[in-house]
Protein backbone atom coordinates (compact mmCIF):
# COMPACT_ATOMS: atom_id res chain seq x y z
CA UNK A 1 0.00 0.00 0.00
CA UNK A 2 0.93 3.38 -0.39
CA UNK A 3 2.67 5.41 2.43
CA UNK A 4 1.01 8.65 3.40
CA UNK A 5 2.23 11.53 5.10
CA UNK A 6 0.18 14.26 7.59
CA UNK A 7 1.38 17.13 9.72
CA UNK A 8 1.05 15.70 13.52
CA UNK A 9 -1.02 18.21 14.27
CA UNK A 10 -3.06 21.33 13.29
CA UNK A 11 -5.34 23.78 15.08
CA UNK A 12 -8.10 25.51 13.81
CA UNK A 13 -11.05 28.07 15.47
CA UNK A 14 -14.79 26.83 15.61
CA UNK A 15 -16.81 28.09 13.08
CA UNK A 16 -13.90 27.98 10.33
CA UNK A 17 -12.70 25.55 7.54
CA UNK A 18 -10.58 22.71 8.85
CA UNK A 19 -8.00 22.21 6.09
CA UNK A 20 -6.31 18.68 6.51
CA UNK A 21 -3.78 17.71 4.12
CA UNK A 22 -2.10 14.57 3.58
CA UNK A 23 0.60 13.43 0.91
CA UNK A 24 0.65 10.36 -1.22
CA UNK A 25 3.12 10.66 -3.86
CA UNK A 26 3.55 6.93 -4.50
CA UNK A 27 -0.18 6.11 -4.76
CA UNK A 28 -0.80 3.38 -8.10
CA UNK A 29 -3.93 4.28 -10.25
CA UNK A 30 -6.30 1.99 -8.29
CA UNK A 31 -5.49 2.96 -4.91
CA UNK A 32 -8.33 4.81 -3.29
CA UNK A 33 -7.78 7.62 -0.75
CA UNK A 34 -9.77 7.22 2.27
CA UNK A 35 -10.05 9.44 5.68
CA UNK A 36 -11.04 8.20 8.91
CA UNK A 37 -11.30 9.81 11.93
CA UNK A 38 -11.06 8.67 15.74
CA UNK A 39 -12.56 10.63 19.00
CA UNK A 40 -10.66 9.88 21.69
CA UNK A 41 -10.82 5.97 22.53
CA UNK A 42 -13.53 5.11 19.99
CA UNK A 43 -13.91 3.13 17.17
CA UNK A 44 -12.56 5.38 14.09
CA UNK A 45 -15.49 7.07 12.06
CA UNK A 46 -15.44 6.75 8.10
CA UNK A 47 -15.44 10.22 7.06
CA UNK A 48 -15.17 10.13 3.11
CA UNK A 49 -13.30 8.31 0.21
CA UNK A 50 -12.49 9.41 -3.86
CA UNK A 51 -10.03 7.89 -6.37
CA UNK A 52 -9.94 10.86 -8.46
CA UNK A 53 -12.46 13.07 -8.30
CA UNK A 54 -12.99 15.12 -5.47
CA UNK A 55 -16.05 14.02 -3.49
CA UNK A 56 -18.50 15.63 -0.94
CA UNK A 57 -20.86 14.46 1.34
CA UNK A 58 -22.87 15.67 4.42
CA UNK A 59 -19.63 15.64 6.97
CA UNK A 60 -16.49 16.90 4.36
CA UNK A 61 -14.94 17.75 0.78
CA UNK A 62 -12.31 15.42 -0.37
CA UNK A 63 -10.05 17.57 -3.08
CA UNK A 64 -6.96 15.17 -4.54
CA UNK A 65 -4.77 17.03 -6.85
CA UNK A 66 -4.35 16.04 -10.70
CA UNK A 67 -1.62 14.12 -10.12
CA UNK A 68 -2.96 11.97 -7.19
CA UNK A 69 -0.25 13.01 -4.98
CA UNK A 70 -1.91 14.33 -2.12
CA UNK A 71 -5.07 15.44 -1.52
CA UNK A 72 -7.29 17.70 1.39
CA UNK A 73 -9.92 16.84 3.56
CA UNK A 74 -12.01 19.69 4.25
CA UNK A 75 -14.52 19.95 7.08
CA UNK A 76 -16.26 23.33 6.01
CA UNK A 77 -17.84 24.43 9.69
CA UNK A 78 -15.82 23.21 12.28
CA UNK A 79 -16.75 22.44 15.72
CA UNK A 80 -15.04 21.29 19.00
CA UNK A 81 -17.00 17.90 18.26
CA UNK A 82 -14.51 17.88 15.47
CA UNK A 83 -11.61 17.53 17.38
CA UNK A 84 -9.95 13.99 16.75
CA UNK A 85 -7.15 12.24 15.08
CA UNK A 86 -7.69 12.42 11.20
CA UNK A 87 -6.16 9.84 9.42
CA UNK A 88 -5.37 9.68 5.25
CA UNK A 89 -5.15 5.91 4.13
CA UNK A 90 -4.31 4.71 0.50
CA UNK A 91 -5.85 1.64 0.17
CA UNK A 92 -5.53 -0.69 -3.40
CA UNK A 93 -9.34 -2.11 -4.61
CA UNK A 94 -8.59 -5.82 -4.37
CA UNK A 95 -7.82 -5.56 -0.21
CA UNK A 96 -10.74 -4.08 1.29
CA UNK A 97 -10.52 -4.75 4.65
CA UNK A 98 -6.66 -4.47 5.62
CA UNK A 99 -6.62 -0.87 6.23
CA UNK A 100 -3.03 0.56 6.96
CA UNK A 101 -3.33 3.66 9.39
CA UNK A 102 -0.18 6.32 9.35
CA UNK A 103 -0.56 7.86 13.02
CA UNK A 104 -2.78 10.85 11.60
CA UNK A 105 -3.28 14.74 12.22
CA UNK A 106 -4.59 15.67 15.60
CA UNK A 107 -6.98 18.72 14.94
CA UNK A 108 -7.57 20.61 17.70
CA UNK A 109 -10.84 22.61 17.74
CA UNK A 110 -10.81 25.86 19.62
CA UNK A 111 -13.58 28.44 20.44
CA UNK B 1 -29.53 0.19 11.26
CA UNK B 2 -27.74 -0.65 14.29
CA UNK B 3 -23.85 -0.26 13.88
CA UNK B 4 -21.07 -2.71 14.56
CA UNK B 5 -21.18 -3.92 18.54
CA UNK B 6 -18.48 -5.04 20.40
CA UNK B 7 -18.51 -7.20 23.91
CA UNK B 8 -17.16 -7.01 26.56
CA UNK B 9 -16.12 -2.75 26.51
CA UNK B 10 -13.59 -3.27 29.42
CA UNK B 11 -12.27 -6.43 30.23
CA UNK B 12 -9.26 -7.02 33.15
CA UNK B 13 -7.07 -10.52 33.10
CA UNK B 14 -3.25 -11.46 34.41
CA UNK B 15 -0.62 -13.20 32.52
CA UNK B 16 -0.73 -16.26 30.93
CA UNK B 17 -4.57 -16.21 31.21
CA UNK B 18 -6.75 -16.44 27.82
CA UNK B 19 -9.52 -14.32 26.39
CA UNK B 20 -12.45 -14.23 24.29
CA UNK B 21 -13.65 -10.93 22.24
CA UNK B 22 -17.11 -11.02 20.33
CA UNK B 23 -17.79 -8.51 17.38
CA UNK B 24 -21.39 -8.27 15.61
CA UNK B 25 -21.11 -6.68 12.44
CA UNK B 26 -23.66 -3.98 10.54
CA UNK B 27 -26.57 -6.62 9.52
CA UNK B 28 -25.87 -7.46 5.77
CA UNK B 29 -22.12 -6.85 5.92
CA UNK B 30 -19.92 -10.49 5.73
CA UNK B 31 -16.60 -8.99 6.19
CA UNK B 32 -15.06 -8.86 9.63
CA UNK B 33 -11.63 -7.66 10.42
CA UNK B 34 -9.94 -6.89 14.14
CA UNK B 35 -7.38 -4.40 14.70
CA UNK B 36 -5.04 -3.58 18.05
CA UNK B 37 -4.48 -0.61 18.66
CA UNK B 38 -1.68 0.52 21.36
CA UNK B 39 -0.27 3.76 22.02
CA UNK B 40 3.52 2.48 20.89
CA UNK B 41 2.34 0.95 17.32
CA UNK B 42 -0.87 2.56 16.60
CA UNK B 43 -3.45 1.51 14.79
CA UNK B 44 -2.63 -1.94 13.31
CA UNK B 45 -4.54 -5.10 11.49
CA UNK B 46 -4.92 -8.14 12.84
CA UNK B 47 -7.33 -10.03 10.39
CA UNK B 48 -9.96 -10.55 8.53
CA UNK B 49 -12.71 -13.56 7.83
CA UNK B 50 -14.99 -13.46 5.15
CA UNK B 51 -17.49 -16.21 4.88
CA UNK B 52 -16.33 -18.06 8.02
CA UNK B 53 -12.42 -17.96 6.21
CA UNK B 54 -9.68 -16.27 7.19
CA UNK B 55 -9.10 -14.02 4.06
CA UNK B 56 -6.18 -11.53 5.14
CA UNK B 57 -4.02 -11.76 8.36
CA UNK B 58 -1.45 -8.98 9.54
CA UNK B 59 2.07 -9.47 11.25
CA UNK B 60 0.71 -11.04 14.63
CA UNK B 61 2.09 -14.15 16.40
CA UNK B 62 -0.31 -17.10 16.37
CA UNK B 63 -1.68 -16.33 19.72
CA UNK B 64 -4.09 -14.19 18.08
CA UNK B 65 -6.36 -16.03 16.54
CA UNK B 66 -10.02 -15.56 15.08
CA UNK B 67 -12.92 -17.07 14.11
CA UNK B 68 -16.64 -16.13 12.45
CA UNK B 69 -19.64 -18.02 12.20
CA UNK B 70 -22.42 -18.45 10.14
CA UNK B 71 -24.56 -15.40 11.25
CA UNK B 72 -21.31 -13.33 10.42
CA UNK B 73 -20.52 -12.36 13.82
CA UNK B 74 -17.09 -12.95 14.58
CA UNK B 75 -14.71 -13.68 18.07
CA UNK B 76 -11.14 -13.07 18.63
CA UNK B 77 -9.12 -15.27 20.85
CA UNK B 78 -6.00 -14.00 22.54
CA UNK B 79 -4.03 -16.99 24.47
CA UNK B 80 -0.86 -17.06 27.05
CA UNK B 81 -1.61 -13.25 27.78
CA UNK B 82 1.27 -11.04 27.92
CA UNK B 83 1.30 -7.61 29.49
CA UNK B 84 1.91 -6.06 25.39
CA UNK B 85 -1.16 -6.97 25.11
CA UNK B 86 -2.77 -4.62 26.94
CA UNK B 87 -4.61 -2.45 24.15
CA UNK B 88 -7.77 -1.48 22.27
CA UNK B 89 -9.21 -4.14 19.90
CA UNK B 90 -11.41 -3.12 17.46
CA UNK B 91 -13.92 -4.62 15.02
CA UNK B 92 -14.60 -3.68 11.72
CA UNK B 93 -17.43 -4.78 9.16
CA UNK B 94 -18.30 -4.30 5.49
CA UNK B 95 -19.78 -6.42 2.88
CA UNK B 96 -16.69 -7.46 1.77
CA UNK B 97 -17.75 -7.09 -1.67
CA UNK B 98 -14.22 -5.13 -2.41
CA UNK B 99 -14.64 -2.12 -4.85
CA UNK B 100 -15.26 1.03 -2.78
CA UNK B 101 -15.46 -1.06 0.29
CA UNK B 102 -16.05 1.49 3.34
CA UNK B 103 -15.25 -0.16 6.78
CA UNK B 104 -17.33 0.79 9.99
CA UNK B 105 -15.66 0.29 13.07
CA UNK B 106 -17.34 -0.93 16.48
CA UNK B 107 -16.25 0.98 19.70
CA UNK B 108 -13.99 -1.17 20.84
CA UNK B 109 -12.65 -3.58 23.55
CA UNK B 110 -10.52 -2.34 25.92
CA UNK B 111 -8.35 -5.34 27.68
CA UNK B 112 -5.60 -4.13 30.11
CA UNK B 113 -3.10 -7.09 31.41
CA UNK B 114 -1.75 -7.29 34.75
Known amino acids: DAKTTQPPSMDCAEGRAANLPCNHS???????VYWYRQIHSQGPQYIIH???NNETNEMASLIITEDRKSSTLILPHATLRDTAVYYC????????????FGTGTRLQVTL | KAGVTQTPRYLIKTRGQQVTLSCSPI?????VSWYQQTPGQGLQFLFE???????NKGNFPGRFSGRQFSNSRSEMNVSTLELGDSALYLC?????????????FGPGTRLLVL
Open chain 1, 26 to 32: TISGNEY
Open chain 1, 50 to 52: GLK
Open chain 2, 92 to 104: ASSLGQGVRETQY
Open chain 1, 89 to 100: IVKPTGTASKLT
Open chain 2, 49 to 55: YFSETQR
Open chain 2, 27 to 31: SGHRS
